[in-house]
Structures are given as structure tokens and as C-alpha cells.
């Protein structure tokens, strides 16, 4: 947001252009980890940020959710992040843009601590339970494979499930 605020659009084009690059993925300023306060104020600044990036041609966004749990059980975290979710795409929607979630896989992360959705089985559950449209996965090889992931769990993905891959 800072760097397109600096340059403008005009200038972000112009960069882009002069690099033969088109703008693909882009994060979120919203922080959904934090307290409902702090949620909600992010939230209703990203309808400004979402319509200036897809006035330059950026149509999805992405995160990634901790695999483990800090301060919740894993229902108040697991319906959190549910009604969080569903909140953004509900803001990215009339925009067009897409958003996907990233879990992560290794065990050596959440060795010792509450797990929380590491791998695809629970990301789409995640997915599933918001109801959103335009949410998806961030499909990373790396996390598919030190999540166990199997090729069966790659067989119930289509387009509309990966917004994103991420190929290591």
C-alpha cells in the first residue's frame, strides 16, 4: 500500500510495464491474528487497497495460517479465522479478486504446541465452512509434502479450489 501510495497508479503501472511484469498476488493489510478491534479497523480500510490493486490488473491475494494454537482452543480459533475469512472475501468479492489460504505442513513447526490446520484435508474444511466463492487454496508443494499430502488429496482440487501455487 505504501509503495502504490508513493508511486500512484499511474506509477506502478509505468513500473511494471518497463519490466514487463504483470501484477499477480498481492497480501492483505489486515490483520487477522490480532484483536477484534484491530480486525475490524483493517477491514474497513481494505476496500480503498483492494480497488486500487485491481485497478493495476491484480486479481488474488494470499496468506498463510499458523499451524499450531496459541491462546484458543482449536473450535474458537477454527470459527475465528472462519467468520475473518468470510468477512475479507466478502470485501474482495465485488472486485473480482480471489484470495487463498496457505497452511503449513511441517511438524517441526507445531512439535509441542496445539496443532491447528497443517494440512489440505483441513484447509478445506476451512474453505468450505466460510461459504466464500472466491476462497481458495494456496497449494505449496513443500507443505503438501511434509504434511503427508498424498496424490488423492491433489485428485479433489479443480480451478475453483487453487487460487495459487507456489512450486519449491
Known sequence: MAEIERLGLEGVRSLLSANHLLPAVTGLPVNFREDEATFRSDLAKLPEFVRML???GCTRAATW???FLQKMTYEE?????????????????PFGMRYGLEYVGPQTLRAGKPEFIYNQKGMLELIKATGAKNLGLLLDCFHWYTSHGTVQDLDQLNDDLVVLVHVN
Open 65 to 67: 495460517i499458523l499451524p
Open 77 to 93: 480459533a477454527f470459527e475465528q479465522l472462519r467468520s475473518r475469512t468470510a468477512a475479507i472475501c466478502e470485501v474482495l468479492e
Open 54 to 56: 485491481t485497478d493495476i
